[in-house]
């Protein structure tokens, strides 16, 4: 059969599932009495629930004669690791742009990685009808991204296709009227490459991903580079480290729509999962016994943030969770550094301490959530930069962030971000109130800004950033953030106290809440931290008195998301997560406590 092997990658939210979605259901691969839910790609509750893609997927239609294999990438580049590996097992990429977005941070970051695989994309300019949207011009910012990018000749010429995948349709012109995908599947079919591959050379096949099934063990997927694979074959393993481990295939599969289905054999070029290989993990070669060649590694790029997790002491550890000691934890951050290959784990000098470093806070809070929801409890420290050594100096992680704000907001941002450390290196102005900026900004820098931007905008500001390079260090920074109201003992709150603390800064936590001493409990107006009573009960009396009794009226306590948490605390700061609740707390829960240990620095 033939086949096609193609990846869509994009940024965030410009269309990725929903076109799989109408292609999976015009190729007839779902039959027409089938009801399918929307993104039907999106298979993780998070990602159902954000709306974004987080790990990648499988699916396989057929179309007049030819098996296209497509892969669903994600669109941020925290999970660039994904991009990275699945751009190995394809022969070309669909490019996906917003019409009225245009070019965004990760648009840049994913097809970086395509063109530096040498593979030809063919763009896709989505949401066409999507009001005030500009098709021709956002394709000349796709062009100058490709130069800017270093595309040669045969990437520059690339071809265009303008779809609606929410409406299911694809043109090759704008002014052409067509009610189907029926263009896209064409020019998926004429553009793509055969994979290269001989089915006759030694057995060389690549790991690109990793999963583990309860019923037949570690199941490893990847693209049959050369040669055949069949059931029950013994096969050499050759280990990243370039060891050589002999196993044996039990079950292959293969993919129809969706589904998972179990095949004979395979052969180059096909895209399969393989089960019976212990100890197997991603960039590793299954090659044949007989005659054993590796295939090169895939390099990953290096993780830019490191941080904490800590087996939970707060004095309500053990409440939610189910899995509570560092035994556990080790085994679930295990677990997932070996599927996750732009993870790493490593241990500390305290037993109770991990080290976990990723590419940025949403790959890290992604992790996180996932872990509370499976029952698990952790403390987590805040998220810090990797900084590095070259020459003797020290470089820094610096990001390239693109912000879209309304026009009377962009002197307020140029000015946070200028205290930040930023260097602006664009500023266009939309026409329709809106104006894009882009900045270099140090990683470090952006750490605590998305709340902070979202007061200062409103809520109307849009902010994305990836990965740019290793610069220079840019000089320390001072601390934007105020003091914190912290509790001084153990019990519930009442409204009468917080009430009465309402003037001293912003509440986190309402009446009736349990809090322990050490829990931040709200915002101080001023710098330095202030430990206030929270429990505080009115004694009462059987006297009266005109107005005293009046309603207690309090703001509403600002609520914290687990990514809003993980940016707003402090060195000296944990968050305590657990399945059914995210605290902020001291590092040292007693005011004795952190006394000492400020007069140690001091001393010191």
Do not use: W
Request: proline share 3%.
């Amino acid at each position: 059969m033939n086949i096609k092997n193609i990846a869509i990658i994009a940024h965030v939210d410009h269309g990725k599932t929903t076109l799989v979605d109408a292609l999976l259901r015009q190729s007839g691969t779902f039959s027409q009495h089938e009801k399918l839910q929307e993104r039907v790609m999106d298979s993780n509750d998070i990602e159902k629930e954000r709306g974004i893609t987080i790990f990648s997927k499988n699916a396989s239609i057929n179309y007049n004669g030819y098996k296209i294999n497509i892969v669903d990438t994600p669109g941020h580049s925290d999970f660039g690791g994904e991009v990275q590996r699945i751009l190995k097992m394809v022969d070309s990429v669909l490019l996906i742009v917003d019409a009225f977005e245009g070019v965004m941070p990760q648009t840049k970051y994913v097809l970086k990685q395509a063109l530096e695989h040498g593979l030809n994309p063919i763009v896709v300019i989505n949401k066409i009808d999507r009001p005030n949207s500009d098709p021709e011009n956002v394709v000349n910012m796709v062009f100058d991204l490709f130069v800017e990018l270093g595309a040669n000749d045969v990437q520059l010429d690339f071809p265009v296709v303008y779809t609606s995948a929410k409406s299911g349709i694809a043109k090759l012109h704008l002014n052409q009227d067509t009610e189907n995908m029926k263009d896209l599947f064409d020019l998926i079919i004429e553009k793509v490459p055969k994979p290269e591959g001989d089915e006759n050379e030694t057995l060389q096949m690549l790991v690109t991903n990793i999963e583990y099934d309860e019923y037949v063990g570690k199941l490893a997927t990847g693209r049959v580079y050369n040669g055949t694979l069949s059931r029950n074959q013994e096969i050499v393993l050759v280990k990243r480290d370039g060891t050589q481990v002999k196993s044996k295939i039990s079950r292959i599969y293969g993919y129809e729509g969706l589904k998972r289905v179990e095949l004979e054999n395979a052969s180059a070029g096909e895209i399969i999962t393989v089960a019976g290989i212990e100890g197997v993990d991603i960039g590793e070669t299954i090659s044949d016994k007989d005659n054993v060649k590796a295939l090169p590694l895939i390099d990953i790029d290096e993780p830019t943030l490191s941080m904490n997790f800590i087996v939970n002491d707060s004095p309500f550890a053990g409440r939610d969770g189910k899995f509570i000691t560092s035994r556990n934890i080790l085994e679930r951050l295990t677990k997932e550094v070996n599927h996750n290959v732009s993870m790493k784990l490593e241990q500390t000098d305290s037993p109770d301490v991990f080290l976990v470093k990723g590419r940025g806070e949403l790959q890290l809070s992604i992790l996180l959530e996932n872990m509370r929801r499976e029952g698990y409890e952790v403390q987590v420290s805040k998220p810090k930069v990797i900084f590095k050594e070259i020459d003797g100096m020290l470089f820094e992680p610096i990001e390239y962030a693109t912000i879209d704000v309304a026009d009377e907001f962009v002197g307020v941002v140029i000015e946070k971000l200028g205290v930040r450390k930023g260097e602006m290196t664009n500023l266009v102005q939309g026409g329709d109130g809106y104006t894009r900026i882009e900045f270099k900004v140090p990683a470090r820098c952006l750490i605590g800004f998305r709340n902070e931007f979202l007061t200062d905008t409103r809520g109307t500001g849009i902010l994305n950033h990836t990965f740019y390079d290793y610069e220079k260090y840019k000089g320390d920074l001072p601390n934007f953030r105020k003091g914190a109201l912290i509790s001084m003992e153990n019990g519930t709150t009442f409204a009468y106290a917080l009430n009465n603390l309402q003037p001293r800064g912003i509440l986190f936590v309402e009446p009736g809440v349990e809090v322990y001493e050490g829990m931040i409990v709200g915002e101080h107006t001023r710098d330095n931290d202030l430990v206030v009573n929270a429990c505080k009960g009115k004694k009462l009396t059987n006297m009266r008195a005109a107005g005293s009794d009046d309603n207690v009226k309090l703001a509403p306590a600002r609520l914290f998301t687990l990514e809003m948490a993980l940016e707003y605390i402090n060195d000296d700061e944990l968050v305590e997560i657990t399945p059914n609740e995210i605290r902020l707390r001291k590092k040292l829960l007693t005011e004795n406590e952190r006394k000492k240990a400020r007069n140690t620095i001091d001393r010191g």
